[in-house]
């Protein structure tokens, strides 16, 4: 004869089994890259008043963008990396009911603007620096 107990727990093993089979999960982990990386640290490799276009191009290779202004042009450089990860656990079969989920985003870049005067030489150049402060995961 089975107990009171021991029907107890079947129904309730039963029961998570059901629940367990109902309920759907999933993972996901994307990663975004635009434009070229920038190799070179544009402090090394940049002098004021000496780097030309030309050096320039050599070792950054061709600008996002180029704008020219009335006392010379402007390269701008940009590398933009995105990091994300999901985490889902919904019930798809009966009600389509999201249970949990948990969504993290990081979103970095690098920018260099260089300026050049109307002969072609470097002005000035600004650098940001953000891929590092990616955490890995």
């Not at 004869?1 to 093993?13: A, F, I, P």
């Not at 202004?69 to 940009?78: L, N, P």
């Given at each position: 004869?089975?107990?009171?107990?021991?029907?107890?727990?079947?129904?309730?093993?039963l029961t998570l089994l059901v629940l367990t089979m109902t309920l759907t999960w999933g993972c996901s982990i994307g990663r975004t890259y635009i434009g070229s990386e920038i190799r070179s640290d544009p402090g090394e490799k940049i002098q004021i008043g000496l780097t030309n276009k030309s050096d320039v191009l050599s070792v950054f290779g061709p600008p996002e963008r180029?704008?020219?202004?009335?006392?010379?042009?402007?390269?701008?450089?940009?590398?933009?990396?995105k990091n994300s990860s999901k985490f889902v656990i919904e019930e798809p079969y009966f009600t389509n009911l999201t249970i949990f989920s948990y969504t993290r985003v990081q979103e970095k870049r690098d920018h260099l603007v260089i300026l050049f005067d109307k002969e072609g030489i470097v002005k000035n150049y600004g650098y940001q620096r953000g891929i590092k402060d990616l955490t890995p995961y």
């Open positions: 004869m089975v107990s009171t107990r021991g029907r107890m727990s079947c129904v309730r093993l180029i704008t020219s202004q009335f006392d010379g042009d402007i390269f701008v450089y940009a590398y933009y990396r």
